[in-house]
């Protein structure tokens, strides 16, 4: 298991962009796959995006076509590019890694075993 390091987040107008990143303290290439959650004060936590080892990815409908997520393992960092920001994209967002029993499912509800301590965006009209 290895730590993670979100940085990236801040406050932006709505349509700007933002590009989270995630550190890890050790490889992430062994990782079967990884991601970003994000949850807003009084709502539930969401799954926003997954990489998976071989490079596949899935988004939640909220964020499809807009984020982009991709994993750089020469430098075992995670990134989150988030394009045309709404202010319903206020949230904490944290990355996590093989949850789910490693399905890394976006809906799941469960513990994050291996999560950063999360970055904030704050998106205003």
């Known amino acids: 298991q290895v730590s993670l390091v979100e940085s990236g987040g801040g406050s932006v107008q709505a349509l700007g962009s933002l590009r989270l990143s995630c550190a890890a303290s050790?490889?992430?290439?062994?990782?079967?796959?990884m991601g970003w959650f994000r949850q807003a004060p009084g709502k539930e936590r969401e799954g926003v995006a997954v990489i998976y080892r071989g490079g596949a990815t899935h988004y939640s409908t909220s964020v499809q076509g807009r984020f982009a997520i991709s994993r750089d393992n020469s430098k075992n960092t995670l990134i989150l590019q988030m394009n045309n920001l709404t202010t319903e994209d206020t949230a904490m967002y944290y990355c996590a890694a093989n949850w789910a029993y490693y399905t890394c499912t976006l809906t799941y509800t469960g513990d994050l075993t291996e999560r950063g301590q999360g970055t904030q965006v704050t998106v205003s009209s």
């Open positions: 050790g490889a992430i290439a062994d990782r079967h796959c």
